[in-house]
Structure formats: C-alpha cells, structure tokens
C-alpha cells in the first residue's frame, strides 16, 4: 500500500523552495514594518511615573535587610501612608485606567494595526498558496500520520490510496508557518511580531497595570518582616574565613 | 564572573546565603540557552533528513540531540545551577518543545530535497 512516489523536481524547485523564501520574506516584511510603524507611541506620562515608584518600591522591598531597622519604617511609610503616601491610590481612581484603555483611540488604533500586520499577511499568503499549490502532491513528511490527518493535509489530492505522509501544498505552506517561528528569533533578535498569544498578553496587560500593582506593592510592602543583616555580617565573615584556612 | 565565549554571566551576587539573582544576568542566560536549542534543532533536523530517519526513529533522535543539548549546557554551567540560573528545569527542560516545530520542519525540508529529490 505504501509505494514510493516519485515526485517531479520540478515540484521541488518550484513549489518547496519558492515558498519557504516567500513565507521568509514576508517575515521580515512585517518585522520591519512594525518596527516603522511603533515610532510614535509616546507614553503617558501617569503611567511612566507609577511604573518608576512601583521600581522604587520593589527595590525597597528586595533590599531591605541592608538598611537599619528605623530607615526601613521610615521609607515604608513614606510608600505606603494613607494620606500621601505613593503608593495609596483612591478607589475612584481605581475604575479609570480600564475605561481609557479601551476608549482611548490611540491604544485601540494600536492595537487594531497591530491586528492587521499579523493577519493579513497570512491571509493572504494562505490564499495564494490555495490558488497556485493546490492539486498535487509537494511534498513528503518524513513521518507516519493516521487517517484522520488526510482530509486537512491533503486537501487537494482526492486519491484516497496514496500514503498520509505525501501532503499538499497548504500542509506545507502551515509547517513552514509553525516552524519558521524559531527561524525568526534566530535571526532577527528577540521575539518579533510573529507570535500572536505573546502579543495579545503584552496588549491587554498595558493598561490595566499600574493600580493593581500599586496596591500589589503596597500589600507586600507592608508584609514585610524586617531584619537588619548587618548583626550576622561578623559571624558570617567568621564562618567564611574559617573555612578558607582549613 | 562572566564566561568566556558566550554571553553567560553570573547571575548570583557574591553572598551564598541569600538567594539574590541579577534579573538581567538571568534573562540573558535564559536567551542564550534557547537559541542554542533553536539553532541545534534546525541543525538537528537537516541532519536527519540527510540521514533518511523516517517516523519514531526521527523524533528519537530529536530528543536525543537535545539531551547532548541539556549535558553540553550543564557542563558549561559547570555543573552548579545556582550559579547561572534559578532552577534546573531553565536548562533541561525549558525549549525542548519550542524547538520540536523547527526540528520538523528542516528534517521535511532536507529529507524531501536529499530523498525524493
């Protein structure tokens, strides 16, 4: 039943070849394309500055056990006072990040080209690849599938006696989407816009920030049991010194 | 400490006792572990196309490239994890299967060209 099918190379010159470049090439397409189009997004000024205290906050938090016991309090408390401190924020305010961002049209527009630089491209290339490679075998998967894979790997070839491993087009057409992922961050540096869930989680997260983690950061702030460490510093040096002389 | 050759630097601070780690040391150690894996898939891949590895035998050798992977990584580590990185899952497990989709895609791409060519 699995007998070897010779395939035209031709098929391979012009179908394998010529797609793997396309889909490369639209890659970086859309990595330059969005690296052009982020160039004005200047941000909030609110929010830069929440995001600074937040850093001072957690430095204060990672750090405490270098500072004496009284000017951990005294910072704490300038963080986290009801009245003025930093890190308090009014429950008012609290409603009002959520409702901009979704209201703001800058953030929607980002979001929505954003959108569009990934889908389109792919739509697109999708249906190039079903108007021209459709109808044939391309290639061959090295693999064994089951039956069940044969209507969406091979959706052009009706023989249903050739082998699951002969795919067409389109299956080739995904497996270069998937696997030119790592292509991609090989060669263009960090994670590029070729991954959607990574995106739609940096999206969503923007906004909404600051209020819950200022109070994240007041919470744990204020959790803190301190201890200075600077007592055991001598009995540490000690205990050190005392195993290099052994 | 920063290793030689490649981009690994300590990411623990001098004291042993409290378990302080350089954010940006760690991420940047993170990085470098998977790209190697990356770029070792897709090596991993031609590789197994040329050799002809059709079905399970492919996906062992996948799996076996990266345990030499995972021996290669701990060694330059040497050995002590807590020196680079927080845990041992970030060198052992981490981007296994991150790198499974580009293994396959070069083992079809090389084992089509090289085979049915």
């Known amino acids: 039943m699995a007998e070897d099918l010779v395939l035209d190379r031709a098929i391979r010159d012009w179908v394998l070849i010529p797609l793997s470049v396309v889909m490369v090439l639209i890659g970086f397409l859309r990595y330059f394309v969005s690296k052009l189009m982020r160039s004005y997004q200047t941000p909030d000024r609110k929010v830069v500055k929440e995001g600074q205290v937040v850093l001072r906050a957690r430095n204060l938090r990672v750090a405490a056990g270098f500072i004496p016991t009284k000017s951990f309090w005294s910072r704490r408390v300038y963080f986290t006072n009801e009245e003025n401190g930093l890190l308090h924020v009014p429950k008012e305010q609290a409603q009002n990040p959520q409702a901009q961002m979704f209201s703001d049209p800058n953030m929607a527009m980002d979001m929505m080209k954003k959108n569009i630089s990934m889908i389109v491209p792919q739509t697109l290339t999708f249906t190039w690849v079903n108007f021209f490679f459709s109808g044939f075998v391309a290639a061959k998967i090295p693999f064994p599938l089951t039956h069940r894979f044969r209507g969406m790997l091979q959706n052009g070839i009706d023989l249903s006696t050739v082998d699951v491993s002969y795919v067409s087009g389109r299956s080739w057409y995904f497996l270069n989407l998937f696997g030119l992922r790592g292509l991609f961050s090989l060669i263009l540096g960090e994670e590029n816009a070729t991954d959607d869930a990574q995106r739609m989680m940096q999206m969503g997260g923007f906004g909404f920030d600051p209020t819950k983690s200022l109070s994240a950061e007041k919470d744990s702030l204020d959790i803190i049991q301190h201890e200075w460490i600077l007592p055991k510093m001598e009995k540490r040096a000690e205990d050190v010194l005392k195993k290099l002389l052994k | ?117």
């Not at chain 2, 050759?5 to 760690?26: Q, W």
């Not at chain 2, 572990?33 to 031609?46: A, C, D, N």
């Not at chain 2, 490239?65 to 990185?85: D, E, I, T």
């Open chain 2, 1 to 117: 400490m920063a290793g030689e050759g490649d981009l690994r630097t300590s990411a623990k601070e001098s004291e042993d006792d409290l378990p302080i780690l350089n954010a940006e040391n760690l991420q940047s150690n993170i990085k470098s572990v998977y790209y190697s894996r990356t770029f070792l898939s897709i090596i991993g891949g031609v590789v197994a196309g040329i050799w002809g590895f059709t079905g399970l035998t492919g996906f062992v050798f996948y799996f076996l490239v990266m345990a030499v992977a995972s021996l290669g990584l701990a060694a330059k580590a040497k050995f002590s994890v807590n020196k680079y990185f927080d845990s041992w899952n970030r060198i052992l497990i981490d981007g296994v299967f991150g790198g499974l989709m580009s293994f396959v895609l070069s083992w079809a791409f090389a084992y089509d060209i090289v085979h049915i060519f």
